[in-house]
Nanobody, 122 residues
Framework: QVQLVESGGGLVQAGGSLTLSCAAS???????MGWFRQAPGKERESVAS????????YYTDSVKGRFTISRDNAKNTVYLRMNSLEPEDTAVYYC????????????????WGKGTLVTVSS
């Protein structure tokens, strides 16, 4: 059993930046990891994912050029740097650990964090 604990969410003005962190209780170097988000009344969607060695990254179109995912396997931690935030980015952000086959999808997730709220004001 792996536990994922997110941190770094909060309230920020449009155009601002935040960095989310996700610390895992166990080894993560064999798995893909990613960030998903869910806004009120919407389905959970993939935001970004990263391969087990960090060599491949994937982003949903709406965040390309603004968000950067990275990982530190020595610390069992994955990060999401979010720049130029928009009100549309407001959501609960979830860390996920799963399969290391291409972009991480909901169906490929083994473990979820409990989420951290990001609110972007206009």
């Amino acid at each position: 059993q792996v536990q994922l604990v997110e941190s770094g969410g909060g309230l920020v003005q449009a155009g601002g930046s935040l960095t989310l962190s996700c610390a895992a209780s166990g080894r993560t170097s064999n798995n893909g990891m990613g960030w998903f988000r869910q806004a009120p009344g919407k389905e959970r969607e993939s935001v970004a994912s990263i391969s087990r060695n960090g060599g491949d990254t994937y982003y949903t179109d709406s965040v390309k050029g603004r968000f950067t995912i990275s990982r530190d396997n020595a610390k069992n931690t994955v990060y999401l740097r979010m720049n130029s935030l928009e009100p549309e980015d407001t959501a609960v952000y979830y860390c996920a650990l799963g399969r290391d086959i291409g972009a991480l999808t909901v169906r490929g997730v083994y473990y979820w964090g409990k989420g951290t709220l990001v609110t972007v004001s206009s």
